[in-house]
């Protein structure tokens, strides 16, 4: 039979912890001892066996799960398990007959009386018998054309199903498998329970729908599908699977108070009168409104497009408001809040992630706690927030103890890797020498700039960290498993280093003679000749943790080149196409759009920044194309 209470959880570990413990309700036992005798006749809840040489000489039934996770056991006189068996070491029983719910086995055995099972069937590389017959994954579905069929069905209930033939009549009480209806007229006037998936299906093109009715049902564990049929279930108190309705079915429910998720799609509807609790996500975008005046809870996402719901306290997941209905009563959203409004939620007491910009100006007068924050949100709640989020650049944020790299939306960045800020020092030490360094160069120059005393405080931290953290080496980042971080951490170690670090191979040089313009110290301008240097270096994708289909783009490529000033060396990703000539190379990297390029007078450059002086102001349009080598070398006058 199934079980609607809850079980009581009872841990042994010692002949003690059996004196004192009560057998005579449902429960969770968990044996842990080893080598003891029980003298149970039946267990009414469900059985964890983890203690090895334990015995059950008198165990007949087994009303919940069985999981034998120890080796040596003994039930010489086991017949039934009424939940699901797992058996993860062989065990002593040879009387077995039946079990009502999922069979799972890791290891090869023979079970020598076992001629039914109610659920599925997984075997994890293992060879299982079961009365001289090979086990396989899932089970065999018992197709039902005529009445008489039926009457081969097994009087247990334990088996899959699918029903073709019309005026059918099942007069099972119990089933514990997969239900499939595709034919007109079927009844279930017994059926008080079902196990196992139900999905009823019209396969008749000349009419539009099919009508079932199961008038005493009462739970069921398992999916509900409806496809272009009708159908009602006055009893039906409880389903833990889903219930999706499609292509124009319509269902009513008069007496169910918890589900798991709900979908009712297109053309379809449903009626929940007293529905209190769903267990998955809600969504209807049918063709009427649903009316869910006792619903107080749903653990996924709600979406409130046609559905009212004025009572609501709790989601669990996303809350999508899609319109203008109060929502008075409602204190927690575990996840975020969509909407392309402000919006108003007056006894709202906590929000799991406030990300959206759309709310700005929202009003949570009851608000006490928000778990993720994404700054700059909403104005005046960082207070409240467990963890504030600043969006420093497009692949980094901060939080006031970590920081996570990822360029992806604000709800699948907290579930990244996250990395303490003493690792993020560690990094930023690769490219500054010093907390002022990085300040004036990154913070102030790259970050978005933010007025908070939050972000200030992060700040601070990483500045008492400056000088007691070592520069992160190149191992250590190398090996890391997350791409993101891998990535981040090259852009702070440098393409030179990189390139060093992974044996990069030099495949071509090129020199040409510059003339760059300077000013004596009384203004005076005067040529200088140089000889520049170029080389273009290819290292392998798969080093650097590119992998791409195909085997096509094998390479990267960097041009390197020296300050004429320091003669230090400088090294600039390429593109591909630009590999076979290192001047071409280096021109590549100054870009500017095509109708400006007739007007430039000159090029100034230092490092990364490229400084145009145009003859006349000429407004940029069309595409943008990078120099050529020509171009690049007649109009570059000053380099440091």
Known sequence: MHMTN??????????????????????????????????????????????????????????????????????????????????????????????????????????KNLTAIGGSVELKKSTVYAKNNELIKGRVIIPINRQYEVEKLPKDGIFNIDIFGDNIVIPHQEIRGRINIFGKNVSFPNLEFVHGWLKMESNDQSTNEFTYNFPVLKKMI????????????????????????????????????????????????????????????????GFETC?????????????????????????????????????????????????????????????GNLDNINLKDSHFPALKEINHYFYGTH??????????????????????????????????IIHLPHYNLKKLVSILKLRHSSFQNFKTREVEREWDQVNSPLFEKILDKIEKLWNKVEPIKFEVFFSDQNRNFKLFCFSYF????????????????????????????????????????????????????????????????AVKCWCPSTEKEHWLWIEEEYKNNALSAIASTFRIHENIIPHIKCLKRQGD??????????????????????EYFSLLEVET
């Open 609 to 630: 920044l490229l400084i145009c002086e145009l003859k006349k102001t000429i407004p940029p349009r069309g595409s943008i194309r990078a120099l050529t080598a020509t």
């Open 291 to 351: 009316y869910l005046n006792t619903l107080q809870k749903v653990k996924g996402t709600f979406s409130t497009y046609q559905i009212l719901a004025p009572n609501i306290i709790e989601v669990g997941g996303d809350f999508a408001i899609h319109t203008k209905a109060d929502f008075d009563h409602l204190k927690r959203i575990n996840g975020k809040i969509q909407s392309s409004s402000k919006v108003t939620l007056k006894s709202l007491e906590y929000i």
């Open 494 to 557: 440098g393409v030179g280093n990189l390139m060093k670090n992974l044996k990069a191979v030099k495949i071509n040089e090129a020199k040409i003679e510059v003339n760059y313009f300077g000013y004596d110290d009384n203004g005076n301008e005067f040529l200088t000749e140089k000889m520049n240097h170029y080389e273009v270096h290819q290292v392998e994708n798969e080093k650097l943790g590119i992998f791409v289909w195909g085997g096509r783009n094998q390479y990267s490529y």
């Open 379 to 412: 104005v005046g709640l960082e207070h409240l927030a467990k963890n504030v989020y600043f969006k420093i650049t497009d692949s980094l944020y901060l939080t006031k103890d970590k920081f996570i790299v990822g360029r992806t939306q604000f709800n699948h």
């Open 6 to 111: 809850t079980l009581k959880r009872c841990k042994i570990f010692s002949e003690k912890d059996i004196s004192e413990a009560i057998f005579d309700e449902l429960a969770l036992i968990e044996i842990y001892a080893k080598n003891m005798t029980f003298d149970f006749i039946e267990i009414k809840g469900d059985l964890l066996l983890r203690g090895e040489g334990c015995s059950f000489p008198n165990l007949v039934n087994v009303r919940g799960n069985l999981s034998i996770d120890a080796q040596n056991c003994s039930f010489p006189i086991l017949k039934i398990v009424e939940g699901n068996f797992t058996m993860h070491h062989p065990a002593i029983v040879d009387q077995l007959e039946k079990v009502k719910g999922n069979f799972k086995c890791i290891i090869d055995f023979s079970f």
């Open 222 to 285: 398992g999916n509900l599908r409806l496809q272009k049929t009708k159908a009602s279930f006055p009893k039906l108190k409880e389903t833990s699977g889903n219930i999706h309705l499609e292509n124009g079915s319509y269902a009513t429910f008069p007496a169910l108070e918890k589900s798991g998720g709900i979908m009712i799609n297109h053309n379809c509807g449903a009626f929940f009168p007293i529905l209190n609790e769903v267990g998955g996500n809600l969504q209807n975008v």
